[in-house]
């Protein structure tokens, strides 16, 4: 816990804060300023799209692997490729090798992205498919990207989602059970509790924990080879599964991934990828939150956050709005949500939000990426909302890498769009980001918010010394 400030420390803040508000409507003034704060933690965090095009680039090109020279697709040096496809190492150092990398960022992030073309979420999440695996065999490349950008920034923590663990081992065929899971999943949920129960104790006599040691022994042995955390920097990992996948392929990947978090120390949480509007996603969603249920009975000390609310009118019809995040906190018992843009079209509105707030459920904004997937900024994003119902708040990037950003960005954009935002009420959602990171032992949490809390004094000394503000 922060100690209570001096009255010399309230005035320096005070004095930063008016600092703010002078340069608060100048863009380069204010990415000055919070490229210089420290910005706690990143804990809305996809690993893949995370890493910067270039990078991967980068990757194939050390490691002499494909292109297609006509559509600029990329892969892996391991596997063998016709023409048109090239070994980087034949491609050419002439302009075509340039707009051959240049049509690659544009395939891989939103670089010169146009509408036209193809839907913004569709050109979104089509860059994971194209990356992910490229993520995989580059792994300690992108983790050293990672912390050097966090570094450079200010960044002391992130907690990055790594996809899905999974295993060869099936439960057995025949047994009817996900015919059974699809039908009861609305209506009786304690059937689905049984057969989940029953499932889980197949796989398990299976085997499946062998699966998980294996994870995270790679895991742990790739993790200190990159020489990831030290005195200024700390990552951990969440696994999750895909919502788009069949029910009890659902289930075997969050049971691994509730595994790894009981059983490791480098995974600290779980969550659910791919769109929220997707049609398997939508027609179980709450066949979901009910494993996450059954899992949380079993595993108590495993927590999670949920994509959820990650949704804007059209997309879905008017009434899918209505139940998805109040779903993910009473029904998931999620510790935390992620984007939550939906909130103001759930039936149970006011009762969710003021559950939020006493819960201390926070929710993981992230300007850039509901701006481009969804369409949503300004006045119709909901992050004032929750702010005013005293829900916390946390900030952060999503994928900086597809959306071609950084989390100094994210603040710059929270403070221009938002003016009744104060320094105070930006310095509490980055004290947040450590607050309700999933950070464990708890005494290393407390070491990362003394750290946290020690640099924005400092930082806000700077400020003083830089613009003269300092007291005669």
């Given at each position: 816990m922060a100690l209570t400030p001096t009255p010399e420390e309230k005035d320096t803040s005070r004095r930063v804060s008016d600092y703010f508000e002078q340069i608060r409507h100048d863009p380069l003034l204010l990415t000055v300023f919070f490229s210089a704060m420290p910005k706690g933690g990143d804990l809305h965090h996809h690993f893949s799209g995370s890493v910067y095009g270039e990078t991967y680039w980068q990757i194939l090109s050390d490691s002499n692997g494909w292109i297609n020279t006509?559509?600029?697709?990329?892969?892996?040096?391991?596997?063998?490729?016709?023409?048109?496809?090239?070994?980087?190492?034949?491609?050419?150092?002439?302009?075509r090798f340039d707009s051959l990398k240049q049509a690659f960022l544009r395939m891989a992030s939103v670089k010169d992205y146009e509408e036209s073309?193809?839907?913004?979420?569709?050109?979104?999440?089509?860059?994971?498919?194209?990356?992910?695996?490229?993520?995989?065999?580059?792994?300690?490349?992108?983790?050293?990207?990672?912390?050097?950008?966090?570094?450079?920034?200010?960044?002391?923590?992130?907690?990055?989602?790594?996809?899905?663990?999974?295993?060869?081992?099936?439960?057995?065929?025949?047994?009817?059970?996900?015919?059974?899971?699809?039908?009861?999943?609305?209506?009786?949920?304690?059937?689905?509790?049984?057969?989940?129960?029953?499932?889980?104790?197949?796989?398990?006599?299976?085997?499946?924990?062998?699966?998980?040691?294996?994870?995270?022994?790679?895991?742990?042995?790739?993790?200190?080879?990159?020489?990831?955390?030290?005195?200024?920097?700390?990552?951990?990992?969440?696994?999750?599964?895909?919502?788009?996948d069949a029910p009890l392929d659902v289930y075997r990947r969050l049971l691994l991934a509730f595994e790894a978090v009981d059983r490791g120390?480098?995974?600290?949480?779980?969550?659910?990828?791919?769109?929220?509007?997707?049609?398997?996603?939508?027609?179980?969603?709450?066949l979901h939150m009910l494993m996450f249920a059954q899992l949380s009975r079993l595993y108590p000390g495993v927590p999670y956050s949920l994509h959820a609310g990650e949704l804007a009118m059209g997309m879905v019809r008017p009434e899918q709005l209505r139940t998805h995040i109040t779903d993910a906190v009473m029904t998931a018992g999620a510790r935390r949500i992620g984007h939550g843009v939906s909130v103001a079209y759930e039936t149970a509105c006011n009762a969710l939000l003021d559950t939020m707030a006493r819960r201390k459920i926070p929710v993981e904004i992230n300007l850039s990426s509901n701006e481009f997937i969804l369409k949503i900024k300004d006045e119709q994003h909901p992050v004032l909302l929750y702010h005013a119902r005293q829900v916390p708040v946390v900030i952060s990037t999503d994928d900086a890498g597809v959306l071609r950003t950084d989390l100094t960005r994210q603040y710059v954009l929270l403070a221009a769009r938002y003016p009744s935002l104060r320094y105070a009420d930006i310095k509490q959602m980055i004290r947040n980001s450590i607050q309700y990171s999933f950070i464990r032992p708890a005494a290393v949490k407390n070491q990362q918010q003394q750290r946290l809390d020690a640099a924005l004094a400092r930082f806000e000394e700077q400020v003083l010394r830089t613009h003269r503000l300092i007291k005669k």
């Open positions: 006509a559509t600029a697709e990329v892969d892996t040096p391991g596997t063998e490729h016709l023409a048109p496809w090239k070994r980087f190492g034949e491609l050419p150092r002439n302009a073309l193809r839907p913004s979420d569709e050109h979104f999440f089509a860059t994971f498919t194209k990356m992910s695996f490229i993520a995989s065999f580059g792994m300690a490349h992108g983790l050293r990207e990672l912390k050097e950008r966090a570094v450079s920034e200010h960044v002391q923590y992130i907690e990055t989602q790594v996809g899905q663990l999974d295993t060869a081992i099936r439960l057995p065929e025949n047994t009817g059970w996900e015919k059974i899971l699809t039908a009861a999943s609305l209506k009786d949920s304690l059937a689905v509790f049984e057969i989940l129960d029953k499932a889980r104790a197949t796989l398990l006599e299976r085997g499946v924990s062998g699966a998980v040691d294996n994870f995270l022994h790679r895991l742990e042995r790739l993790h200190y080879q990159a020489n990831v955390d030290d005195s200024t920097f700390m990552l951990r990992y969440h696994l999750a599964a895909s919502r788009s120390s480098l995974v600290v949480g779980v969550n659910l990828l791919k769109p929220e509007d997707g049609e398997v996603s939508m027609r179980d969603y709450r």
